[in-house]
């Protein structure tokens, strides 16, 4: 939000007080002003938190002109030459400015126009290149007439895009005076977060300012001149819920005449970000700046003649099946059945609190208004502003909230200044419906509330006084107060709510960097482990330590991209998404059922940038819970494999394309980090997994993992590059169970191992994680490790056959193995395979 110093300046004096330290002081007490943009005044040297920019007005080259004739060029009928003084001496100053053409040739004027006059040598923006470009006035002849100054635009000043037509100032303007004296200003640009809505205008920020210096606040305008006949009977309203439009506000202007609002007002506006239009909309815009309630203006005799000549009746009520209206912006837009309307008994007029209808605006041929405040369900805002994909700044404040209380100020606000800009007669009176009025927020606190929550000794009188600058009815008993949030106030809750926000107001009044600096003086509550973020944790670290990059996918999807997981033929899933009431977009509509589908849309960016994918994510998927309107949130885990096994070197790598040995060895890995090794490996069918090359990982009759290669047909639906795609997923809930509290490690041997070849002959269909188990089992605790190195099929073994070969690790943790010890337990391995396997050597 921007606003001008000079307007702030109406509510609070700022003597004494540079625009670099109010804006450090706005800013630590929460109103972050992120830019200050100098308009004359002298800028700052270094050290400035803000962004700054701007132009500082040199005091004796920029000063007030008065310009006495107007005359014609003798060579150009689009240039005229002005007779200047500026204040010591008069000058001939050569312009095109097409708003004093109305002059050129009257002779000498009765009253001289007072403009911005530049000196040779004044650095100025360019007024006829693009942004703002600095130059320096220099002498130069055009069209044979010698120039070396010239009388400025808004443009050539810095203070706004407008450079058709020069400046002209207040006719008590002294010729020779300082331009920075009288146009000099400064405009901030403040953050507005969501808790200090309150603060979207310039009394807002005053009362901000004055509480924080300590400095008196002026009390807002509030006067109307109100000399037509009473607005009774003129009007009729109806609110049909009270729910979304708690009150409505309405006045009545006659006689207007339709013209550009003043000079100083319309340089307001521009600095403020607003484009001026015309005197009855600038002062909607005006009123809304400076307190706070955004207005809109009807043109009355419109709605009369929608009635058919009788008085109006107003209402406001939800959109009906397929109802439309043409909006300010000139867009016809369909409307939803929550969106709230401004209507009349001919239908609707405005999308209340956000935008006008096109039919009753303020129009050149308008000469009696009819103007609205109200107040609005910020959240039912908020949806609309969603749903049609529209920004308005009222919408801008009513979807952060807006006091009901704001809406009668604001209307006799906006309607004193129409009256005062176009001549127009208030009718008396206003109509005012407010059928639900917000409940008063009165919370309670005492001084050692105070010292608990923010470490600082203030009296109950103090307490009382710096809530008394930010407007709050306190009362005070021996230590305890009983405060009352002011009427422009939504923020504040009750209970302990309310408490921690009256806290918040006192730090920030009392200011944050005079709090001191202490220690925690109540007892530490008891320290808890998060058990499950623990474990999340150390997943990262090893799948970290296996080369794996941490990806975070929104939660937020479609159906139709998690249905891109499954290969093509596949029943649907007949679980229920969770869906939104409001979504910002049709691409995030639901909550995911799913981790692997936004893996691998990740996947599938990457792949156009790299060769090599190494992926995975932790997070929650959601599924519904009966009973209950919460879904569950199971944690999962997704890895993604793909590209060569080994990056390109010039010593040479092992490029091969990694396979479902890679995913399983990874899955592996991760389990062993967490000392789990009772696990059963087995074929398994899954349909976004390849048929042939899929398995799971058990545990007894728990399913843990599944693991292989993406189904081909899954991978066509993905743009992931030539190489097949290995994925695993994990179910982190049946990991939280196993994963044991500690588990044991074993010193490095000091005594060396004996190893051992074991090729052994099967069926085809024995799996060879069935051998390997056999072998541990019977080897016990003297074999210490297993693995699988080669595995063989021909016709040297005979059909239907296998050849599986292990390599065998004996150790003593005390001693040395003799070869006798290893042959006996190498004897007992061979028996019980044949046994159990129908195995036989492999000579």
Known sequence: MKLPISWIKDFVSLDGISVEDLAHTLTVAGLEVEEIQYIGLPMPTSGQQAKVSGLAWDSEKLVVGEIREVMPHPDADRLVLCRLYDGKQEHTVLTGAPNLFEYKGKGELKKPLKVAYAKEGAEIYDGHQPGFQKTKLKRAKIRGVESYSMVCSEKELGISEEHEGIIFLDSKAKAGTSLADVLGDAIVTIAITPNIARNTNVYGVAREIAALTGRRLKPMPEDLKADGPSVKGKIKLEINNSELNPRFVLGLIRDIEIKPSPDWVQRRLKMAGMRPINNIVDATNYAMLEVGEPLHAFDYDVLVQRAKGKPPTISTRTARKNEKLTTLDGVDRKLDDFTVLVCDTAGALSLGGVMGGAESEVTDKTRNVLLEGAAWNFINIRRTLGAQRLSSEAAYRFSRGVHPALAPIGVSRGLELMRRWSGGVVSKGLVDKYPLPPKETTVEIDSSDVRRWLGIDLTPTQIAAILRKLQFSVTTSGKKLKVKAPDHRLDIGAGVIGKADLMEEIARIYGYENIPATRISDQLPPQRGNYSLTVEDRVRDILATLGLQEVITYRLTSPESEARRLAPGTPPDDKPYIALANPISQDHAVLRKSLLAGVLEIAERNAKLRDRIALYEIGPVFHASEGDPLPEELPRLVMLLSGPREPAHWEGADTSPLDFYDVKGALQELLNGFGLHELRFETHQHPSFHPAKCARVMVGERQLAVFGELHPQVQAQYDLGKDAMQVATLNMLVLLDLVPERFDSQPV??????????????????????????????????????????????????????????????????????????????????????????????S
């Open 749 to 842: 041997p000091a005594y060396p191992p004996v190893l051992e070849d074991l090729a052994i002959i099967v069926n085809e269909a024995v799996p060879a994680a069935k051998a390997q188990e056999l072998i541990s089992q019977t080897g016990g605790k003297l074999l210490t490790d297993v693995a699988l190195f080669d595995i063989y099929q021909g016709d040297q073994i005979g059909s239907g056959k296998k050849s599986l070969a292990y390599r065998l690790t004996y150790q003593h943790p005390e001693r040395t193995l003799t070869d006798a010890e290893v042959a006996k337990l190498r004897e007992k391995i061979v028996k019980r395979l044949e046994q159990e396997l129908a195995a036989q050597l492999r």
